[in-house]
Each structure stands twice: as structure tokens, then as C-alpha cells.
């Protein structure tokens, strides 16, 4: 039996994989404090929605994707610090992959609260 791949999970790994790599060019260019609280919140996503795969109860599993939820936002502030600082580094496809987890993300939460009242 295949097993079916997870999206948001795949795509909060591959999104925190950017992360790191990003906050190793900010740290490159000296820019630890931010490369520091968006390696935090950037790649504390990925770690909450895995965490939220073995929720106990639908209530825990939408808590733990809310928590990501959180972290994803946080990771929105520090990069839009980076977009708006002219002596910062930017890169333009983090924001898409923040954005397009954000959605997922949000739509997952949408659908577990639907199924909850069913």
C-alpha cells in the first residue's frame, strides 16, 4: 500500500530548508538578531505541523496547526523587515512560500472546525 504524501508537511520542510539557507546569507552578512528570530519562527512551522500528525484529538490537532499559524506570521514580520531594509538581503521567493503555507494552512483549519461540527 503507497503511502500519500503529506502537502503541508513537504512544503513546511522545504519552506524551512529556505529558511536556513536564508538566515546563513543573513548571518553572512552580519544580520543576527533577524537571522536569528526568523531561523526561530521559520522553521518552528514545520516542527508544529509535524508535531499537529500525531495530534490526540481534533481540538489538539487544530491547536498545534493554529500554533503554526502563529510562527507562520512571525515569520511574515521578520521577512517583510528584510524586504523593507535597504542594507538587508530579500529574497522574493520565501514571501511565495510563506504565503502559499499560509493558505494551506488556514484551509486546514477551515475544514477541521467544518468536520468537527458534522
Not at 23 to 47: P, W
Not at 68 to 90: D, H, M, Q, V
Amino acid at each position: 500500500m503507497g503511502h500519500r504524501k503529506n502537502v503541508v508537511v513537504e512544503k513546511s520542510i522545504d519552506f524551512a530548508i529556505k529558511v536556513i539557507e536564508f538566515c546563513e546569507l543573513l548571518e553572512k552578512e552580519r544580520k543576527f538578531v533577524v537571522a536569528n528570530q526568523l531561523l526561530k519562527s521559520g522553521t518552528s512551522i514545520g516542527a508544529n505541523v509535524h508535531e499537529a500528525q500525531n495530534a490526540e484529538s481534533r481540538a489538539d490537532f487544530i491547536h498545534k496547526i493554529k500554533v503554526a499559524l502563529k510562527e507562520l506570521e512571525e515569520t511574515k514580520y521578520w521577512l517583510t523587515l528584510c524586504e523593507r531594509t535597504k542594507s538587508y538581503p530579500f529574497n522574493n521567493r520565501l514571501n511565495a512560500g510563506v504565503e502559499e503555507l499560509g493558505l494551506i494552512m488556514y484551509k486546514i483549519v477551515s475544514t477541521s472546525k467544518k468536520n468537527a461540527t458534522k
